[in-house]
């Protein structure tokens, strides 16, 4: 499997203050690689040496299976952190910086200024524009040249929900072009929706990382409701293969069962044949915010 | 190199301040040197001035020396530029983007140095061509006798650019840059060597040892040549010449190595 990216033992002090101890994973192509963890875990510290902004304290990385060098930036769309413009200057002229500094050959700066809605604005001055704005031109920033790999620090920062809704298809749509998408994120919702691997930080340490299936799910779940609940629960624990069964919010009954061993048909059966009717019943992977809150606190 | 200078040309041609203020560094030169010229005219007219100088300062040869001495004193304005060409970077943060869009961060600083020295050589010409022209309309005959005086201007210049550009780097903030820079300059570059002087038995080895001030010694007082020479001992403009090469071959090195090392 080729990688895009792979970090190697890395740590990065301020001080007497760790802000990364010893992270170490791999990127693979065509991923959605969603890096999530709280303000202040290290994500943008790590993305911050990965893009050479940052010296690391210790450990390396590698850009496309080589050491990272100015050549392998350009082929990487990045937004870190804040967008980062010249403040006097308009849309179009910021973009043409970018293309010229990523040695892109004639750019095509109308369309990625379409593909963010920005393109009414693209004689504007960057600072008349609002906070979404400018995180969009940093997007559309990152489109330029057609990266096969992008970057993206709190992509929807500042966004309203009709623009967070349009950044998230977007970046749908350029991970179904095969390309590789680094997400870092303390937005669950949005790295459970558009996430296919996923990496746990907290205080600089990697918590926990693979498939968001892998991470999410360490077991199934469903969750019934009947007439009577203390009945339900003893037709429940008579049940072969499960695993626990416990009170659940509003009334209902959790049973649990190992992964992939759940079938709502056999439990409506089993109640049934129990005399039992059912007046709910819901398939439910843990949420990755279950999962998450669950890791971090330890 | 040629695609990393036209980016910094991007940069600069829509940057109203850095036009502004290269605007008021040629007007500048002009009126400070015209001031001079009038006054000097006028001095002429009604003492009589013989022994006082070897000529007329605003004649061929002397002007070179005179006028390259006037336009030294006016050097903070293309080092303001060259601050905020820096600190608008850190600013902005797109030192960070440059870096980041695929710019190496040798190849970010190196540009800088050559803008430095870009914006030196421009300085220079102006000044040149400011020269001929008041050299010309004095009626006197041309002469390209002391044109090194535009060499060791060019020296000059390219030292208070550096210097400033350096503060840039360490401080990253526009104001207290310029603050920093413009109050060194004026005042502790001058007052330095100045208190040394005595303790030096009245010999100007304090010049020497201030970044600025040195550069500063390239260019000899031009008024009243005869007397200043007899009365004050001026620094030796080839032991400063050498001294500010060092200090060019410093700022280089210094400005790459703290770029290339640091936390952007």
Not at chain 1, 14 to 35: C, D
Not at chain 2, 85 to 97: A, C, G, P, V, Y
């Amino acid at each position: 499997m080729n990688y895009v990216l792979e970090i190697n033992d890395l740590s990065k002090n301020y001080g007497s203050v760790q802000a990364l101890k010893n992270v170490t994973y791999k990127v693979p192509q065509g991923t959605v690689y969603g890096i999530l963890g709280p303000n202040g875990s290290g994500k943008t510290t790590m993305l911050g040496i990965i893009m050479d902004i940052l010296r690391p304290t210790g450990g390396g990385i590698k850009l496309f299976g080589e050491v990272p060098t100015a050549a392998h930036r350009r082929r990487i769309g990045t937004l870190l952190e804040t967008p980062n413009f010249y403040h006097y200057m308009s849309a179009v002229d910021n973009l043409k910086i970018a293309a010229a500094i990523k040695r892109v050959e004639n750019p095509d700066i109308e369309g990625v200024l379409k593909k963010v809605n920005l393109y009414e604005r693209r004689d504007s001055k960057f600072q008349t524009f609002s906070l979404g704005m400018k995180q969009r031109l940093a997007i559309a920033s990152c489109l330029l040249g057609n990266p096969d790999v992008l970057v993206f620090d709190e992509p929807t920062n500042g966004l309203d929900p009709v623009g967070i809704a349009e950044i998230r298809d977007l970046i749908r749509r350029i991970a179904s072009e095969g390309k590789t998408i680094i997400m870092a994120s303390h937005l669950l919702d949005e790295v459970e929706k558009v996430c296919t691997h996923v990496s746990i930080m907290k205080k600089g340490v990697l918590l926990a990382n693979g498939t968001v299936d892998e991470i999410m799910a360490n077991d199934d779940m469903a969750e019934t409701g009947a007439a009577d609940i203390n009945q339900l629960k003893q037709v429940l624990q008579s049940m072969p293969g499960q695993t626990k069964v416990e009170m659940g919010e509003n009334g209902r009954v959790n049973i649990h069962f190992s992964i992939g061993s759940a079938e709502p048909g056999k439990i409506n059966q089993h109640c049934f044949n129990n005399g039992l009717t059912l007046t709910h019943l819901v398939m439910k992977k843990k949420s990755l915010e279950a999962k998450f809150l669950e890791m971090t606190n330890e | 190199m040629k695609t990393l200078l036209q980016i910094e040309w991007m940069k600069v041609r829509n940057y109203r301040t850095f036009w502004i203020l290269a605007a008021l560094f040629v007007i500048a030169v002009i009126g400070i040197n015209y001031i001079s010229f009038r006054i000097n005219t006028e001095v002429n007219n009604t003492t009589s001035a013989v022994g006082l100088g070897t000529g007329n300062p605003f004649d061929f040869p002397q002007i070179w020396n005179t006028m390259a001495w006037m336009s030294s004193m006016l050097l903070y304005f293309p080092g303001f530029i060259m601050i905020f060409l820096i600190s608008n970077e850190f600013t902005f943060k797109t030192h960070r983007q440059n870096i980041i869009d695929g710019l190496s961060r040798k190849e970010f600083v190196m540009i800088k140095l050559n803008v430095a020295l870009i914006i030196a050589i421009v300085t220079t010409l102006i000044v040149f061509l400011v020269t001929l022209l008041f050299g010309l309309l004095g009626g006197g005959k041309f002469s390209l006798e002391g044109i090194e005086y535009m060499g060791y201007f060019f020296i000059c210049s390219f030292i208070y650019i550096l210097f400033a550009m350096v503060i840039a780097l360490l401080l990253r903030k526009a104001a207290l840059s310029v603050g920093i820079y413009f109050i060194y300059g004026l005042i502790i570059d001058n007052v330095i060597p100045a208190l040394l002087r005595k303790s030096f038995d009245g010999k100007p080895y304090g010049s020497y040892i201030m970044p600025l001030d040195v550069a500063d010694g390239l260019l000899p007082f031009p008024f009243f040549k005869n007397q200043v020479d007899a009365i004050l001992k001026t620094p030796n403009p080839y032991i400063c010449l050498v001294i500010c090469i060092a200090w060019i071959i410093f700022y280089y090195s210094f400005s790459i190595r703290k770029f290339q090392n640091e936390d952007l």
